[in-house]
């Protein structure tokens, strides 16, 4: 009978070889499935714990100064690990430091066999949103009363350990086997519990009815469901008066439905536009219940009409909020059944042909991979999309599924076995028969931009979000290119003689050493990477010479610069584009051999499938790069673009990133898409400056003659919920250094900290002002009361710190762009918002400044009519930080006086809600806060 000893540790630091100590031991001892004794105790470490320490576990010296030292206990420790299994939750952490303290005090080692809970818990629970204790725990309904005590942890991850080895025992036959030829690379001995398994599994036959097995791969079986919509249907007024009216269905189905007058005048402008055949601009402030505005009338006119209709949105949180929680609502409130389906783009889904494939032939790659393709064999079990978004891969594991994504694997033939199976076919054939499809704007421009081939036909549309609609047109317009993927995609091409993708291919068939010119394929890709260096070094070098008149930071510290061809130095520029034909050159004779390899080892049989699809890829990749290098130094512009490089000076790659974006998309919208589709119809909480939407009609080139344009308040009461404060007597940013300016902001976050018990969100417009506000905070504030979190300095996605703010009771997280908007930190996590200057792009931003020319030249005022609504709608984005339900409550404190100085400022005023404002003294400022709190 098995015996698993869990255990965790708490310790004064992370580092046993910097003279760490163990302060506290929880021991879990399971047999047979059974929790069957526990062990804690504290050690005196022989050296005062750390504040930090004490305020995450409570433990204090006070607490230890009578506990016994590690030595006195070490042998019983032993004995309890004899003939076991050792658990831990992060085992190199628990088990190095509970071995360098054996080694210390003389004792032998523990070399058990290991089970890592992270590690497992990664692969057998894949969807899970993060691996913390704490939220595994959330996550599997475990209780955990005491975080961060080593027993209550022990406990917790014996419990987790339990549900690990129960999921393992619902696995199928096939996934159990491809975990054992994977198991060697991971760093949990799984071999006996997997094998145990598949003993079991031997000789019964499969016991899950819904999951099928092809080709070795066992996946969810995913059931074709029609849904007849074939009815009549009420009136639309008739329809509204059911779902809305005093006995209406949404006060049956939502129990705590507040009326917003807004909500149902929002569905009646979108239902009248699509009767006209007109476009509309729609704000609708936080509050109004948008997404249900939109849907309730989408819906009716797509099943009436009979014809599909897309709804595109920025964030996939969005998609996930409108499929799992808005459209199953809108199933009971309407009456009728209806048809909705989500596509993304190819890439986003993974080809099980190219992941059997990868199973197969390379069983032992790096243990990243290992891990991943090994969440992959369970997530199959348990996905009914495909999707890779429903996992959180690390930055190894997202580079392995590109070459098991849907858009890898080349063209599938209809007959092909594969092709019933594909997620991707399923999620189109799903699109097809549906009456509403949700995508993304990525995929709604990719498809404009390429005759509309990638999304089924539709004649109406609606975007939310659609704020970004601008820029993501731009981006999918334009292109982007950097020497650190160019370098590793040659890379991992590789040379004839190595296991690369070139070499492998080149392994698997028996050739005329004559006919195929390998000598000159790995001169020439040794050439191409040297060019490539070259370029980019001199681009690199270029820039730090210019950058003195032509300095901009991006908002994670990268230095940015515009070329334009008429303006560079001609003489330095030469060369540069001497280097991009050499380099172009290059990747032709590239491209040139491939097709020669392809033709030679054709000729006599068939080539392999997948290894005609790498070669294809290759040469798609390859292409790229020469279409990119030429639209970036050589090809006159057929629209007016704008192109920049960016360099990152803490790279120690030296790394530079090509950039090329059109000036103004507004015509290319026009006449692809208004002038095409039938109705548009575009809402967003921030849409509008001063009541108006000419500044976004403008920049999207919407037609006057087609469009509505609507305004919807929120229903909150932004008066009793919201202070705005300025405070009149900062250092004048504009006169003077910033230091001074930095140091006053930094005064006032401690300040209102105190107040607000941190719960602090501060929005920059810099990133280098953010890194010196943050360092500055480090010195000037109580680390072990407040735990500071700086976007681009703290590690973690923006997800990551946001979650990371919220675990913590006093938190305040400095963060930059991305940060603005779309992060929603409802209740008592968000009590006060603190924008540092108003969110102008800096005039030297390469886009900006090339949009701002372009304006000049058609005779615009570029600062009234695109930086200041753009900053405007930014403010507009920030401010909605703060209040995201009738219960909230908070201050909104701008450190920067322009908006009551400026004669602009008024704009950014009348364009939020109205809300109690106080313009005085910081310490007025910090008095009325305080009070108000």
Request: proline share 4%; net charge negative.
């Amino acid at each position: 009978m098995k015996k698993y000893v869990v255990i965790d540790l708490e310790t004064t630091g992370h580092s046993p070889t910097k003279d760490d100590k163990i302060i506290d031991v929880g021991i879990v001892v399971i047999k047979n499935n059974q929790i069957i004794e526990t062990k804690t105790t504290l050690f005196n470490p022989n050296q005062s714990i750390p504040p930090f320490i004490t305020n995450l576990t409570g433990i204090s010296d006070d607490d230890v100064k009578d506990a016994p030292f590690f030595h006195e206990k070490a042998d019983e420790i032993i004995s309890i690990f004899q003939d076991s299994y050792l658990i831990a939750h992060n085992v190199p952490f628990d088990l190095g430091f509970l071995n360098a303290e054996l080694m210390n005090n003389d004792k032998q080692i523990l070399h058990n066999s290991v089970i890592d809970t992270v590690e497992l818990s990664r692969i057998l629970f894949p969807k899970a949103p993060g691996y913390k204790l704490v939220q595994l725990a959330e996550y599997l309904n475990i209780v955990h009363d005491d975080p961060h005590r080593a027993l209550s942890d022990a406990y917790v991850t014996a419990k987790l350990f339990l549900k690990l080895a129960e999921k393992i025992n619902t696995l199928p036959y096939e996934t159990i086997t491809h975990l054992l030829t994977l198991e060697k690379m991971l760093k949990s001995d799984l071999h006996e519990l997997l094998l145990e398994r598949q003993q079991a599994l031997a000789f019964s036959t499969n016991e899950n009815e819904q999951i099928m097995s092809f080709n070795g791969i066992a996946f969810k079986q995913i059931e074709d469901t029609t849904v007849d919509t074939n009815e009549a249907l009420p009136s639309f007024g008739e329809y509204l008066d059911d779902i809305f009216e005093e006995t209406g269905s949404i006060k049956q189905y939502m129990k705590n439905y507040e009326p917003r007058p807004g909500q149902r005048q929002m569905s009646e402008t979108i239902f009248d536009s699509f009767q006209t055949k007109n476009h509309a601009l729609i704000e609708a402030e936080t509050g109004t219940g948008k997404s249900l505005a939109y849907l309730i009338p989408t819906i009716y006119e797509a099943v009436k009409t009979r014809e599909r209709i897309v709804i595109s949105t920025y964030t996939t949180q969005l998609q996930t909020q409108l499929l799992d929680e808005e459209l199953p609502l809108i199933q009971k409130l309407i009456g009728f059944p209806f048809k909705a389906a989500l596509l993304k783009g190819k890439n986003h889904y993974i080809s099980l042909e190219k992941f059997a494939h990868e199973l197969n032939s390379n069983p032992h790659e790096n243990y990243d991979i290992t891990l991943t393709k090994a969440m992959i064999l369970i997530w199959l079990t348990e996905t009914e999309t495909g999707d890779i978004d429903e996992l959180h891969l690390s930055s190894s594991g997202y580079l392995f599924y590109k070459r098991i994504s849907t858009d890898a694997e080349g063209m599938i033939d209809a007959y092909s076995p594969w092709f019933s199976k594909s997620y991707y076919q399923k999620a189109r054939k799903k699109a097809q028969q549906a009456d509403i499809i949700i995508t993304n704007h990525a995929l709604l421009c990719t498809d404009m931009f390429n005759d509309y081939q990638f999304l089924p036909t539709y004649h109406r549309v609606i975007i939310d979000e659609a704020h970004h609609i601008e820029d993501t047109a731009s981006h999918h317009y334009g292109l982007k290119l950097d020497n650190i993927n160019m370098l590793y995609i040659l890379n991992q091409i590789g040379i004839s003689d190595e296991a690369k993708l070139f070499g492998k291919f080149l392994a698997k068939y028996s050739f005329d050493q004559k006919e195929v010119p390998l000598e000159k394929w790995d001169s020439i890709l040794a050439d191409t990477k040297y060019e490539i260096d070259t370029l980019f070094q001199t681009l690199y070098k270029y820039v730090i010479a210019q950058q003195k008149n032509n300095k901009s930071l991006s908002d994670i510290g990268r230095i940015q610069y515009r070329f334009d061809f008429a303006k560079e130095e001609s003489k330095k520029w030469n060369v540069i584009k001497e280097m991009v034909t050499r380099l172009t050159f290059f990747l032709r004779d590239l491209i040139h051999i491939l097709a020669i390899v392809e033709q030679h080892f054709d000729k006599d049989a068939p080539l392999d499938k997948h290894d005609k699809d790498d070669l294809h890829g290759i040469t798609k990749l390859l292409q790229t790069f020469i279409d990119h290098l030429e639209q970036l130094f050589l090809l006159e512009d057929i629209i007016p673009q704008v192109r920049w490089v960016e360099i990152d000076t803490k790279s120690p790659k030296n790394a530079v990133y090509l950039y090329c974006e059109p000036t103004d998309v507004s015509q290319l919208l026009a006449t692809d898409f208004f002038d095409k589709k039938d109705s548009v119809i575009l809402t967003s909480a921030t849409l509008t400056m001063n009541n108006s939407f000419t500044f976004i009609q403008d920049r999207l080139g919407i037609p006057s003659d087609r469009l509505v344009t609507k305004k919807f308040s929120s229903p909150f009461t932004y008066q009793n919920q919201v202070q705005l404060m300025i405070p009149n007597d900062f250092p004048d940013i504009n006169y003077g250094d910033t230091d001074d300016f930095i140091y006053a902001t930094c005064e006032a976050i401690l300040s209102l900290a105190e107040i607000t018990d941190g719960r602090m969100l501060v929005l920059f417009t810099s990133y280098d002002m953010l890194r010196k506000s943050y360092h500055l905070l480090k010195e000037i504030i109580d680390t072990n009361k407040y735990v500071l979190i700086g976007q681009g300095i703290s590690s973690g996605s923006r997800a990551r710190l946001k979650k990371n703010f919220q675990t913590f009771d006093q938190a305040i997280l400095l963060g930059t762009s991305s940060f603005w908007e779309g992060v929603d930190i409802p209740g008592d996590d968000l009590s006060c918002l603190v924008i540092v200057r108003l969110p102008f792009q800096p005039p030297a931003h390469p886009v900006y400044e090339a949009k701002s020319n372009y304006l000049k030249e058609n005779g615009k005022n570029a600062f009234m009519e695109l930086s200041l609504p753009n900053a405007v709608i930014r403010f507009k984005q920030g401010f909605g930080r703060l209040i995201r339900s009738t219960s909230d409550r908070g201050i909104v404190f701008v450190c920067d006086a322009r908006i009551m100085k400026a004669r602009y400022g008024r704009h950014f005023i009348n364009s939020i809600p109205e809300v109690p404002i106080t313009f005085d003294s910081t310490q007025t400022l910090m008095s009325k806060a305080e009070e108000w709190f």
